[in-house]
């Protein structure tokens, strides 16, 4: 006798942000790539990031289009990291895909990672091949962060790998139970392991739009993923607070040893204003390191949530 198991369910997860001119032609990409893997049941979770354009207006016309598709809408912009987390709480998939609307993640790989997955991976990653398509000053800087992150934090973050990547549900379950607020997923994904597995491609240009990252977001992303992972910044102050009061305490020493031998000089300003300006510039990037800490203390220990959702259009509860 044949027993009908429930298939298997893919999610895959989709933050949007003014992505209007492009979703057409990615729902069309992924519904091909979805149509190949005909074993397995899926959803495809939107999440319209407070979008200003008509993201979620064709978001909901999708919904229409095919019943697999979810949305889900914020309250307003919160962020790349924060809509993820909508998308990954929403999911309710055996398997979950991030994947950004902007087509730079080729969905085809989909396949791959899928393959991947049921031959035992936890983790499927999906890893840049080259950055061509990156300016080289970004390249240079990106590759310096992730140097200095793995350097002096807890766990290593795989380089050029994004969000783009394969999690069995168990991962999902346990990015869940992590409580913080502040979310640095590239972080949260490596802090919590298990059995992981790698798949190359190449970064496609942006189809249409423009990327919203732009160098302050990505300095700001850098901060949170050293802050939130490291807690070195705030100990080597210790370090060079020693080195540089043991060579003040020398120099001042020898000052002292040459007044007596040789009596004193015509005291020079230039020297004093440099040391006062230098120890003055070290106080204060030891209290801003305490302030980037002391910051995310304060925002964790507000508990607000790390979204709100306005509205879910289509799935389960179907509003469309
Ligand atoms: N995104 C988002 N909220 C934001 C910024 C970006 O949901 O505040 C989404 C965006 O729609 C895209 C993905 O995150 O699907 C990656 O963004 P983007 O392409 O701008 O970043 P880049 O590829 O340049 O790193
Ligand atoms: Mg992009």
């Not at 300006?277 to 949530?305: A, C, D, N």
Request: aromatic content about 10%.
């Amino acid at each position: 006798m044949h027993i009908n198991t429930p298939k298997q369910c893919l999610s895959i997860v989709v933050p949007c942000f003014n992505e209007g001119s492009g979703l057409d032609a990615f729902f069309s990409r992924v519904e091909s790539v979805v149509s190949k893997l005909e074993k397995y049941d899926y959803e495809i979770v939107c999440i319209d990031d407070g979008s200003r354009d008509n993201t979620l207006e064709i978001l909901c016309r999708q919904v229409t289009l095919n019943s697999h598709i979810v949305v889900l809408e914020l309250s307003r912009n919160f962020g790349k990291e924060a809509a993820l987390t909508a998308g990954l709480d929403a999911a309710r998939g055996d398997a979950v895909i991030p994947l950004d609307a902007d087509l730079q993640h080729p969905p085809e790989l989909i396949i791959e990672m899928v393959r991947r997955w049921e031959s035992g991976s936890d983790v499927v990653l999906a890893r840049r091949k080259s950055r061509e398509i990156d300016r080289p000053v970004q390249r240079l800087v990106t590759q310096w962060f992730y140097r200095l992150h793995n350097w002096i934090s807890e766990c290593t973050i795989p380089r050029d790998v994004g969000d783009f990547r394969l999690m069995d549900k168990r991962v999902v379950e346990a990015l869940k139970c992590l409580p913080e607020r502040r979310r640095f997923m590239k972080g949260l994904f490596a802090w919590v392991g298990f059995r992981q597995s790698v798949v190359e491609f190449v970064a496609e240009p942006r189809r249409s739009g423009q990327s919203s990252f732009n160098a302050r977001r990505l300095w700001a992303l850098a901060l949170e993923g050293i802050t939130s992972f490291s807690t070195v910044p705030l100990s080597v102050w210790v370090y060079i607070g020693f080195t540089v009061a043991t060579v003040s305490l020398i120099s001042g020493c020898w000052i002292i040893i040459k007044t007596l031998a040789f009596g004193s000089d015509v005291p020079g300003y230039a020297s004093l204003l440099t040391a006062v300006l230098f120890l003055g510039g070290i106080q204060l990037m030891g209290i801003g390191v305490l302030g980037e800490y002391i910051g995310r203390i304060y925002s964790e220990s507000k508990q607000r949530p790390v979204y709100i959702v306005r509205q879910r259009y289509g799935g389960r509860n179907q509003n469309v």
